[in-house]
T-cell receptor, first 113, second 112 residues
């Protein structure tokens, strides 16, 4: 069974640029959630996708957007990057039920200069 | 709103010492509770979970009991090892939102 994978591992961008992060969900999972983890902090929920539609969103501006594809993989897009967007971006996949645990990928480390 | 509060670290222990990391929560309804562990440079790994009151989650010698009366989910291990050095996160998953709410994390350092 393949776990959650994310790409790229590391990324360096400059302010104002746009970035796309990718996530492949674990086999059998149909829900993908994205989190932002700033240095020394706990992860913060960005949004969740289920059946290719956004299913919930945290307190992040519209320049954070996403997609989910028919194979349940997902993308996180961030436009107009700001210095404060520097963080570890974590993807988690799970089934549809509340009791279905979220399993996390290794993350993408984004640095904005 | 829902929230999770963890004891601040770092926690420094000698090998074979007893570990307790406190976690309390505020939530409406009946949340599920989780402990995740993060090793340096890595993502989060599920350590254990409990989905209803009085459930005990356990894994790799770690245990935590879901206490509704005290709204707590403290993590314990009887004898820590150097390899347990990591950051531990308590998290809450509540109905209706499907998002997890995490504490700020507790860094554990175990000395040989």
């Amino acid at each position: 069974e393949t776990g959650v994978t994310q790409s790229p591992t590391h990324l360096i961008k400059t302010r104002g640029q746009q970035v796309t992060l990718r996530c492949s969900s674990q086999s059998g999972h149909n829900t993908v959630s994205w989190y932002q983890q700033a240095l020394g902090q706990g992860p913060q929920f960005i949004f969740q996708y289920y059946r290719e539609e956004e299913n919930g969103r945290g307190n992040f501006p519209p320049r954070f957007s996403g997609l989910q594809f028919p194979n349940y993989s997902s993308e996180l897009n961030v436009n107009a990057l700001e210095l404060d967007d520097s963080a570890l971006y974590l993807c988690a996949s799970s089934g549809r039920e509340l009791a279905d645990t979220q399993y996390f990928g290794p993350g993408t480390r984004l640095t904005v200069l | 709103g829902n929230s999770v509060t963890q004891m601040e670290g770092p926690v420094t222990l000698s090998e074979e010492a007893f570990l307790t990391i406190n976690c309390t929560y505020t939530a409406t309804g009946y949340p599920s509770l989780f402990w995740y562990v993060q090793y340096p440079g890595e993502g989060l790994q599920l350590l254990l979970k409990a989905t209803k009151a009085d459930d005990k989650g356990s894994n790799k010698g770690f245990e935590a009991t879901y206490r509704k009366e005290t709204t707590s989910f403290h993590l314990e291990k009887g004898s820590v090892q150097v390899s347990d050095s990591a950051v531990y996160f308590c998290a809450l998953g509540s109905s209706g939102t499907y998002k997890y709410i995490f504490g700020t994390g507790t860094r554990l350092k175990v000395l040989a």
